[in-house]
Nanobody
Framework: QVQLVESGGGLVQPGGSLRLSCAAF????????MSWYRQAPGKERELVAI????????DYADSVKGRFTISRDNAKNTVYLQMNSLKPEDTAAYYC??????????WGQGTQVTVSS
């Protein structure tokens, strides 16, 4: 059974940092495209960062470029999102998504990030 479990969210002050983790079960992230999305209250879910199939490239939303970094640890079967210089507008529920080579999408349950003083 495929499962994604996010962790690492919390409350942080503006300018602070958090690292989100997404542990995968039931498949190998090394052969999947992995991404992070976020959804703020009253807004649509948006793509934040993506690590392409096999992890050969990454891309980011303009709003987080230079501040967020997506990475993989294939040995731990875990994907990370390092978030630096956080802003109040980064407040959202963050979701991990995996897309298999068969183009099946799997989602985690989400982890809340709140940036506030």
């Amino acid at each position: 059974q495929v499962q994604l479990v996010e962790s690492g969210g919390g409350l942080v002050q503006p300018g602070g940092s958090l690292r989100l983790s997404c542990a995968a079960f039931g498949f190998r992230i090394s052969i999947a495209a992995m991404s992070w999305y976020r959804q703020a209250p009253g807004k649509e879910r948006e793509l934040v960062a993506i690590s392409s199939l096999f992890g050969t490239s990454t891309d980011y939303a303009d709003s987080v470029k230079g501040r967020f970094t997506i990475s993989r640890d294939n040995a731990k079967n875990t994907v990370y999102l390092q978030m630096n210089s956080l802003k109040p507008e980064d407040t959202a529920a963050y979701y991990c998504k995996a897309r298999s080579t068969a183009r099946n999408d799997y989602w985690g349950q989400g982890t809340q990030v709140t940036v506030s003083s």
